[in-house]
């Protein structure tokens, strides 16, 4: 299962990109990270912009909530979900990946 930390401001995970992807979603957990594939292509921030945009629409709420804490640059990041629960989270998550 993904690890969620909870923080004064929302939750923290970690998420494991892949870019260039043919269509963007939701590939499952790997080591501990939610495994995301992109259509987007990392060049000037385009692969960030697509991940941020993605993930508002999944866990529904505003752009300006998802923000990448560290790894703006790497396949590996953390991601922050502000204004959210734990419980939110995990509930949007267990109805996306597989039991």
């Known amino acids: 299962m993904i690890a969620l930390t909870a923080t004064s401001s929302g939750v923290t995970f970690k998420v494991r990109v892949t ?3 043919g269509r963007t979603a939701v590939a499952g957990e790997r080591d ?3 495994a995301i594939r992109l259509a987007a292509a990392p060049v000037d921030g385009a692969a960030n912009a697509a991940l941020i945009g993605f993930l ?3 866990f529904d709420v505003s752009r300006r909530q998802i ?3 560290s790894g703006q640059k790497s396949r590996d990041k953390v991601v922050v979900v502000s204004g959210v629960s734990p419980d939110h989270v995990t509930t949007r998550l ?3 990946l597989p039991a």
């Open 19 to 21: 870019p260039r992807a």
């Open 67 to 69: 923000s990448i804490a």
């Open 94 to 96: 267990l109805a996306i």
């Open 56 to 58: 508002s629409d999944l």
């Open 32 to 34: 501990g990270a939610l």
